[in-house]
Nanobody
Framework: QVRLVESGGGLAQAGGSLTLSCAASGSIFSRCAVGWFRQAPGKQRELVAAIGSGGNIKYVDSVKGRFTISRDNAKKMGYLQMDSLKPEDTAVYYC??????????????????WGQGTQVTVSS
């Protein structure tokens, strides 16, 4: 069992930065892939970034070069550093984890562990 708690959301101006953190509990965290999803009003949930248990990383094209995903297994933490923020980054961001990398990249439908979400709002 893994419990995830996000923090670090809030309001930022376009061009600014925010760092999201995901605190995990549970002994299997280090074996899980960790991802960040987002959902904006009226839009489908999308995978923003994911990092596998082995460290392989994937980003959605719209955030490449601006966002950085990382993890610290010893601290059971996941992070999403968001730079050069744009108004279109406004969404609720969710931390997610699963023993299967494929569950994250497949859109999240089969992801087993979710955080409660944190709002990110970027003003123009």
């Amino acid at each position: 069992q893994v419990r995830l708690v996000e923090s670090g959301g809030g309001l930022a101006q376009a061009g600014g930065s925010l760092t999201l953190s995901c605190a995990a509990s549970g002994s299997i965290f280090s074996r899980c892939a960790v991802g960040w999803f987002r959902q904006a009003p009226g839009k489908q949930r999308e995978l923003v970034a994911a990092i596998g248990s082995g460290g392989n990383i994937k980003y959605v094209d719209s955030v490449k070069g601006r966002f950085t995903i990382s993890r610290d297994n010893a601290k059971k933490m996941g992070y999403l550093q968001m730079d050069s923020l744009k108004p279109e980054d406004t969404a609720v961001y969710y931390c997610a984890a699963d023993l299967s990398d494929k569950a994250l990249v497949a859109g999240g439908r089969f992801v087993r562990y979710w955080g409660q979400g944190t709002q990110v709002t970027v003003s123009s």
